[in-house]
C-alpha cells in the first residue's frame, strides 16, 4: 500500500470556517475528486496562518498586481485602508513551507481570493485578472495552481 500524495488545499474548501466573513466554501466535489485519485489534503489558510483573525475585514491589492506585492511595489489594504502586506506575504511563505514539508507540487485554492485566486483576483477592490498573493508565490516555485470556485456539492 502507498501513501497517498499530497496537495495543498484552501482551508475554506474543507469546510473551515476561515474565510474573512467566516464562512466556508465547501466543496464537496473537490472532496470527492481528490478521494478518487488518491490524493490526501493539507488543509491551510494563508490569511490565519498570516496573522489576520476570522471575520477580518475584506482586503485587496492596492494598485498593480500579487507580483508587484511580492516585490515590495504594492501592497495589500483593507477596505478601511490598513496594511495588511505583512500577513498577507507571511501567510503565503507558510503556504510555501508548508508544500516543501509535505513534497507537495500541486495546489487546490479558492477561485478570487486576494491570496489564493490564479486566476482571478482583487486589486482596487475589482476582480480582474491575475493572481493572489499565495497563487502567485506558489507559481513563482514551481507548484501548480489550480483554480476551485467552491460551494459545489
Known sequence: MTEA???LVSACL?????RYDARANTDRLLERDLEAHGLEAVAFCPEEHGGLGTPRPPA???????AAVLDGR???VTDSGADVTAQFVRGAEGALAACRT???ERAF????SPSCGSCHTH???TLVEGRGITAELLHRHG???TSVEGRRE
Open 5 to 7: 500524495r499530497k496537495v
Open 14 to 18: 474543507l469546510g473551515r470556517e476561515c
Open 60 to 66: 485587496w491589492i492596492e494598485r498593480e498586481s500579487a
Open 74 to 76: 504594492d501592497r495589500v
Open 102 to 104: 509535505h513534497g507537495i
Open 109 to 112: 485554492l479558492k477561485a478570487r
Open 123 to 125: 486589486v482596487a477592490n
Open 143 to 145: 507548484i501548480e495552481v
